[in-house]
């Protein structure tokens, strides 16, 4: 006779099953959570913290970023802008222009030549600053007495403030009274006009800037060098590669992840530093100094009348050429394989 061993069916488990498939079912009916709502219920305690950082920028930068863009639109001055005189109280008048802003500065040969300086300002300062950056942690990446000492040193310059620096290179460039001039008069060398001649002021103003710009470089470098395994430089020793050789073929690429990321902030500051420029020349001698974002300055606030909305063009200008060159920078990292 057969014996079924199949097991009982217990009425309490298939109705517990009956309800549980019926739960799927419903479950299975309704539209899937969307992501953000996903996401806010897994990881609300960390927007949470996110929240006040988002507030600020948007604050800070966001609304700016937004009044910039409105005012490029239109054709707002000094003269017709909301203001309060006293007791009176005057509404602004000026009105929306659409992109006659941008077509008259494109059509300027002042945007040219601002644009021309800035770009081999920017190219020859980050070029200069990554070389000598590259050169000094490869330097201070050997083990040799004092060498806490140097790396101390060298990041002296990024520890002082921005301004307080130009002020000191201003004193040091001073035709009549400054150090380096009364170093090359003891050497029989007449007085160097540091700033008042236009070659010798764009030769001073990109100095100064490669004094504050190495010590980020050398301390972005140096982390990078101190990342790439010692074994790879003594395989390749090994196998009698010459210093050049292992530094082609072993320092740069262990470097290119972090070099990317380092040039391209390095550019985007360099093509914005206004202090250095402004402090140190402000634009002269004449205009031969003027960078693209001190002229907008000069727009805004030393002409007069002020044009708010003609600054307000040229920033906006400023923002989408940048843009441009991260888009374009970008991509030429992805065709190398380097994505982030």
């Not at 800070?60 to 909301?82: H, K, M, W």
């Not at 060398?189 to 700033?195: F, N």
């Not at 100094?289 to 009348?305: D, H, K, M, Q």
Request: with cysteine; glycine share 8%.
């Amino acid at each position: 006779m057969a014996v079924d061993t199949s097991p009982a069916m217990d009425p309490a488990a298939g109705a517990k099953g009956a309800r549980g498939r019926g739960s799927r079912v419903r479950k299975a009916g309704t539209p899937p959570p969307s992501r953000i709502r996903n996401a806010l219920t897994r990881h609300w305690y960390a927007w949470a913290m996110v929240a006040p950082v988002v507030l600020v920028i948007g604050l800070i930068i966001g609304y700016p970023l937004v009044r910039g863009v409105y005012l490029s639109l239109t054709d707002a001055n000094e003269a017709n802008v909301e203001r309060t005189i006293g007791i009176n109280h005057i509404p602004a008048t000026y009105q929306t222009v659409g992109l006659d802003n941008f077509q008259a500065i494109l059509k300027d040969q002042v945007f040219w030549d601002r644009l021309s300086w800035t770009v081999t300002w920017t190219v020859s300062c980050v070029a200069l600053t990554f070389a000598i950056g590259l050169g000094l942690a490869v330097l201070l990446n050997r083990r040799f007495a004092g060498r806490t000492l140097y790396r101390s040193l060298l990041i002296l310059p990024w520890a002082v403030p921005a301004f307080v620096s130009v002020f000191a290179w201003r004193l040091l460039y001073n035709e009549k009274n400054g150090i380096l001039n009364k170093v090359l008069h003891g050497g029989g060398i007449d007085a160097v006009p540091w700033l008042n001649d236009p070659t010798m002021a764009k030769v001073s103003v990109i100095a100064v800037n490669i004094w504050l710009g190495v010590p980020f470089m050398l301390v972005a470098l140096l982390g990078g060098l101190q990342s790439i395994p010692g074994e790879l430089y003594e395989a390749a020793e090994m196998d009698g590669a010459s210093p050049w050789q292992r530094f082609r073929h072993i320092t740069l690429p262990g470097l290119r992840s972090v070099s990317s990321t380092v040039i391209l902030l390095s550019t985007i500051w360099t093509f914005n530093m206004f202090p250095v420029i402004f402090l140190l020349t402000r634009g002269g001698p004449g205009d031969s100094t003027e960078i693209l974002v001190t002229y907008a300055y000069r727009l805004s606030f030393v002409n007069s009348p002020r044009d708010f909305a003609g600054a307000s063009a040229w920033g906006v200008l400023i923002l989408l050429v940048l843009m441009l060159f991260a888009v374009v920078y970008r991509r030429s990292l992805r065709k190398q394989g380097e994505v982030w």
